[in-house]
């Protein structure tokens, strides 16, 4: 099955700095690459996803890499606002109906005002 | 529209207990899942089910066991908690296809298993 793993565990940044988490993913046949945040107590709510097709997807102040060659993908956030400060959570699947996502362990980002 | 909508909250069990955590959603979705999150270990998934009239398990389903009672709705039972299962239990539906779209998640059961 796929493996997801996620760093760094957590990240403490200064507002407006920038952020970036990381995953590696263990299924080539992998296509699919969604990112979803978890505030405090809330439940967890997609931001952005990739597919396979594509390197790299942005969304205002946040967007997506993906290397398929290196089985790679991450999260880049600019200018860093305390409203970012969540858990936020990578995960993998082949979109093909074969298999759910498999979430990597989640980073826990910290934004100092 | 409520989306995903799970009952209870929260429970505070004692080992050998046992409960059944119920979910429902109202988006006419296909596809209903049971997660369990413990920290440092992300989002676990405990069983799926596909469509309706199916279920499959998942990474994590010793211990646990489902029911897809018709579209909307997709309950998880613990026969027989143990310490272990203490944890924060979340449903999720999707209109895509297994693994393939935008998981909508309900809000969350608090179960602790004394």
């Known amino acids: 099955g796929e493996n997801v793993e996620q760093h760094p565990s957590t990240l403490s940044v200064q507002e407006g700095d920038s952020a970036v988490i990381k995953c590696t993913y263990s299924?080539?046949?992998?296509?699919?690459f969604p990112w979803y945040k978890q505030e405090l107590g809330k439940r967890p709510q997609l931001i952005i996803d990739?597919?396979?097709?594509?390197g790299e997807k942005k969304d205002q102040r946040i967007a997506v890499t993906l290397n398929k060659t290196a089985k790679h993908f991450s999260l880049h956030i600019t200018e860093t606002q305390p409203e970012d400060s969540a858990v936020y959570f990578c995960?993998?699947?082949?979109?093909?109906?074969?298999?759910?996502?498999?979430f990597g362990s989640g980073t826990r980002l910290q934004v100092q005002p | 529209n409520a989306g995903v909508t799970q009952t209870p909250k929260f429970q505070v069990l004692k080992t050998g207990q046992s409960m059944t955590l119920q979910c429902a959603q109202d988006?006419?979705?296909?596809?209903m899942y049971w997660y369990r999150q413990d920290p440092g270990m992300g989002l676990r998934l405990i069983y799926y089910?596909?469509?309706?009239?199916?279920?499959d398990k998942g990474e994590v389903p010793n211990g646990y066991n489902v029911s897809r009672l018709n579209k909307r709705e997709f309950s998880l039972r613990l026969e027989s908690a143990a310490p272990s299962q203490t944890s924060v239990y979340f449903c999720?539906?999707?209109?895509?296809?297994?693994?393939?779209?935008?998981?909508?998640f309900g809000e969350g059961s608090r179960l602790t298993v004394l």
């Open positions: 995960a993998a699947s082949d979109s093909t109906g074969r298999r759910a996502l498999t």
């Open positions: 999720a539906s999707s209109e895509a296809r297994l693994g393939s779209g935008e998981l909508f």
């Open positions: 299924d080539s046949a992998s296509n699919y």
């Open positions: 089910s596909a469509s309706e009239g199916t279920t």
């Open positions: 988006m006419n979705h296909n596809s």
């Open positions: 990739i597919r396979s097709n594509v």
